[in-house]
């Protein structure tokens, strides 16, 4: 099946850890994207991706990181620089320039 | 940037109702697309219009570019309809997408 994969669904962190969100698409699109969503509010990005070995920082990039060394895969990295992590995290991804986004299912993150 | 609004907040409805969503964008707008997410939190495309009008079965929607808006129709209403409707459009070329803050619709057997 063609889509949007993130992994874990829930994960759980202690305070000062890193941690790394796994997301994989098998649309081949060219570009993919990091969204944050905080209860009762709209989407915000974090950090997107053009084509592999190129990303820019989004709205709220601070304290996060990410990598894009192949075409299927934008892993993001919660910092323990980030203050305020809990939240639930999605990726997307699309062809490229403004043509239809696809979104995963999301992993929510909780500091413990 | 542009700003994307939309109204109401908060919709109740009885099962079998019709209902209206608005989507306003501050900026001319070359993409828009209605999203409506579960109650898992997963986003569910419903329709990519950056004008004109397209209908999906009980929903349909239309963007008026040149007025800066967009409307989600929602007919005969059902309970699996409930959960936050999203808009939004991208920001420059790019992709990136601004996102309303969301309508959330409570639909009542």
């Known amino acids: 099946d063609g889509g949007i994969t993130q992994s874990p669904k829930y994960l759980f962190r202690k305070e000062g850890q890193n941690v790394t969100l796994s997301c994989e698409q098998n649309?081949?699109?060219?570009?993919m994207y990091w969204y944050r969503q905080d209860p009762g509010q709209g989407l915000r990005l974090i950090y997107y991706?053009?084509?592999?070995?190129?990303?820019q920082k989004g709205d709220i990039a601070e304290g996060y990181s990410v990598s894009r060394e192949k075409k299927e895969s934008f892993p993001l990295t919660v910092t323990s620089a980030q203050k305020n992590p809990t939240a639930f995290y999605l990726c997307a991804s699309s062809l490229g320039g403004n043509t239809e986004a696809f979104f995963g299912q999301g992993t929510r993150l909780t500091v413990v | 940037g542009i700003q994307v609004e939309q109204s109401p907040p908060d919709l109740i409805l009885q099962e079998g109702a019709n209902s209206t969503l608005r989507c306003n964008f501050s900026d001319s707008v070359n993409n828009l697309q209605w999203f409506h997410q579960n109650p898992w939190g997963q986003l569910i495309n419903l329709f990519y219009?950056?004008?004109g009008t397209k209908q999906n079965g009980r929903l349909s929607a239309t963007t008026v570019a040149t007025e800066r808006y967009s409307l989600l129709y929602i007919s005969s209403s059902q309970t699996t309809d409930s959960g936050v409707y999203f808009c939004?459009?991208?920001?420059?070329?790019?992709?990136?997408?601004?996102f309303g803050q969301g309508t959330t619709l409570q639909v009542k057997p």
């Open positions: 991706s053009q084509i592999v070995n190129d990303f």
């Open positions: 939004a459009s991208p920001s420059g070329n790019t992709g990136k997408l601004i």
């Open positions: 649309l081949n699109h060219d570009a």
């Open positions: 219009i950056p004008s």
